[in-house]
């Protein structure tokens, strides 16, 4: 699935969707996930403390970021849409762009989670730059979940758990088929 515009699409047509449930907007309405519940475990996996500065690549409304409290929170997502919604429903801070080129300084965030997006990059090249700019953006930890290593749908990209070698691997939290990564730094 090479083409960057079919998943791009999707989401751009999502936050202009008439809900204004942050997990409907996200995606989560029709999965069994209790984001709330998966806030919960991404927090605590991650230690993250109320003076974090904490950065989520691929964002959306805010479905995750509603349950995350920390001391700083940033949102980056590639649909326009979603952003307007997230600023407008949570008023965070978030910007529009793309998981593998991020505006920020090396080491700006203390922690960095990117949440249920993955399997919409066009590509591994594309993901590994986007773990790239994850690495550079990140002072002490990053969190990639939701990575599926099968699906029920061709556009989705795949992973393997052999390739994140020097990360800690963690079982999905809501899908058998999904796995998260976690890295501390
Ligand atoms: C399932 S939603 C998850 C949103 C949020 N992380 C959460 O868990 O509530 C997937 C999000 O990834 C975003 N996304 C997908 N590919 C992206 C990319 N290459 N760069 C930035 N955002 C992306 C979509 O626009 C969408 O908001």
Redesign the pocket.
Known sequence: MED?SY??E???R??NGNTNS??E????EDTT?D?KE??RQIVEQMDIKETDKIL???????????YIKCGEYV?????SS?VKRHIELLNNSVLH????DLIFKDKTFDKV??????H???NHE?SKQ?IAELKRVAKEAIFI??LPVTSHRKEHLLYDKKDFGEWEVIDGYYNPSRFNVYLKL
């Not at 762009?97 to 593998?100: C, D, I, L, R, V």
């Open positions: 960057m998943w791009k999707v989401w751009e999502k936050g942050l997990e907007l996200d995606g989560y996930a984001v998966i806030a989520e690549v691929a964002c959306g409304a805010g479905g995750l970021a509603q949102g980056v997502d590639y649909s979603l762009g793309e998981a593998n989670i990117c949440f249920g997006a993955f919409y990059f066009p594309y986007a979940g939701d």
